[in-house]
Each structure stands twice: as C-alpha cells, then as structure tokens.
C-alpha cells in the first residue's frame, strides 16, 4: 500500500521506521535482527536507506594506488522486497541522483514495480566522499526534481525508449526531503522552500524531514510550508542521540541544531549508558509532543539503537 493511503486511512498518529541495508559481508540476519523487536509496534512502513559507491585508493604492494569503486552497502531494491515478504509490511526504498544515469534509474524503477513496491524516497543524495560539492553522472540527474520527475513520467507510462507503444504506468507513491533547519547549500529558508514547493507541484505526494532535536523548528517549517501553499502531509524524521561524540558529528553532518538543554544534559552524563537515558527521555518527550499536536506519521531513524526506539514507542 502506498505511504499516502497509509496516512488518509489512519484514525490515529503512525509510526514508521529508517534501516540502513546491512554493510557488504554482514548478510541480511543482521537486518532481521535490528529489525525484530522493532515490528511488534506495526510499522505502516519501513525506510531503507540507500548509499551510493565511493571511489577509494587501494595501496599497491609497489607503492602505487589503484582507484577502486567500493559499495559497503548494497541491496537497497532487493533489502525491501526482503523485509516485505519476511514481516507482511509496506516497504519505501530510496532512490538518489548521486551515482546513477537515468537509463540506470530507470531500470531500477522497473525493478521495483516488478517487486511490487509503491513506494519511492526521491533524494538526490550527497557528494562523493572525493568530491567537494554534488556531481551528477554523465546524463544523470542534478537535483532531486529531475528525479522526481523521471517517476512521474513513468507512472504516466513515458519510458527513456520513446518509440514504446501502449506502455504499462508504474504506480508510485513518491516521497521528498525537508529541512526544518534548511538544507545545507540553500542560500536563505526561503530559496530552500521554493524549491521544496516545485518538487510537490510536479508531483511529490509527501515530505519526510531531516531529523530534528526542537519540535518548534518543525512546527515552525509546518507553518512555513502551508504559508507557500504545500498542503501534503508532513512526516517528522526523529533519532535518539545516544553518545557524546554526536554533540558535534550530528551538527557537522547533518547540518541541525542541538537545543541547549539537550546540549548541557549530554555534556554533563559520564558515560555512553547515561547519554542513552538522556537521549530516549528527549525522544520520548519529542514524540509525546508531536503526537499530541497530530502529527500523521512519527519516523524513527532507527540506526543502531532499535532497542531505543522500541522503549520509546513502548511508552507512547
Ligand atoms: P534537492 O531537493 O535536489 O536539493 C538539494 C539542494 O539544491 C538544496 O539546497 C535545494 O535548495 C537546492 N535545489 C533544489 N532544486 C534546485 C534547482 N532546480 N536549482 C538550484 N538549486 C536547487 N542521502 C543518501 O545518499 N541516501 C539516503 O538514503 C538518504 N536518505 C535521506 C532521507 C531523508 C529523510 C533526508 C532528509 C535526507 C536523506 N539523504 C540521503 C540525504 C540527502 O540526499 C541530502 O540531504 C542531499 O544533500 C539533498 O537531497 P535532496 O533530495 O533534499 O536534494
């Protein structure tokens, strides 16, 4: 079922769960692992997360290097037709620019429409780690819109070979990022909006946000969005915080603010178990606040502490 039928369907606030595919090597019991105690609480769906190839230098035994191309962790298409199939629930791959054309994206597409997938995050993904600033592939996409529209097109039945007659329409139900807090390259809140606003004009059905440690910076970019007129719904993206190192990695990758007071209690825990206590008690009070002001979906990044998210949910 699409995310969007989950959402009009639902009496009450859903939850839903983010999984990265399992580093190459680990096999997919680890996933299952992760994900177990998590399905007692009924997903409507679950997120895999997909991360492009990296292109490193592999010393030689002569003193030169090699450029190899490494993907640690494959699998994202076949990862969500697994999970559907083992637990019965609603899976929604994500699908970048980064690292694909689009004769690549668009058999991948066809791939998932074939594994019965509705459902689509469309990114566009971040640069290479050897790269300074994004770069797409030669006759790839550039931004996540030129993406967004290649699904669009397919679920009008427009495929890349234009002379296809009386072609099948995918039936994708399509997903885009926000940034309560503004993606990162965006000049101003406002330009990031603009463009936020032409990715749901051509078709986007909903939006998942980038994590957030102040529920008034969602509440804030809520309002912001209605006020430019997109009116699809608006899923918040949560993480527990659950060591002191992330005081500085969340910020310096992701771009967001901690608040203060989440800031001084880390600061003060004296070990990785007391940050943990910290970071499920601000969890637990970011999602009690949002269900109680209706929010459609809560959507747990859920890497690397299942058990934290299960504890919060729990409580809900
Ligand atoms: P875009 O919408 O393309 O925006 C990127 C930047 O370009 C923004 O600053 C925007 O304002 C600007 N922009 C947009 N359109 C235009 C235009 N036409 N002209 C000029 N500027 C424009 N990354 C992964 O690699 N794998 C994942 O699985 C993944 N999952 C994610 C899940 C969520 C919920 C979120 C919030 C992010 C995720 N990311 C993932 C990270 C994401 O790929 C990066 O944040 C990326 O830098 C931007 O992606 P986007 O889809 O928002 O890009």
Known sequence: MKVID????????????EVLPPLKGKGIEALYNHLDPLMEFKPAFINVTYHRSEHVFKKNADGSFQKVVVRKRPGTESICAAIMNKYD??????????GFDINETEDALINLHYLGIDNVLVLRGDAAKNETSFEPEPRGHRYASELLQQVVDLNAGIYLEDDLKNTHKTNFCIGVAG?????FEAPNMDTDMDYLKRKIDMGADYIITQMFFDNEKYYSFVKACRDAGITVPIIPGLKPIYTRKQLTVLPKTF????PADLANEIAKCKSD?????????????????LKKNGVPVLHYYTLGRPHMVANVVREL
């Open 6 to 17: 989950h959402i009009k369907n639902a009496k009450d606030t859903l939850v839903s769960f």
């Open 179 to 183: 940034y309560p807090e503004k993606h």
């Open 89 to 98: 629930v609603d899976t929604v791959p994500h699908l970048i620019c980064g």
């Open 255 to 258: 771009h967001i603010d901690l």
């Open 273 to 289: 178990e007391d940050v943990e206590k910290v970071g499920e008690e601000w969890l637990l009070a970011q999602s009690r606040d």
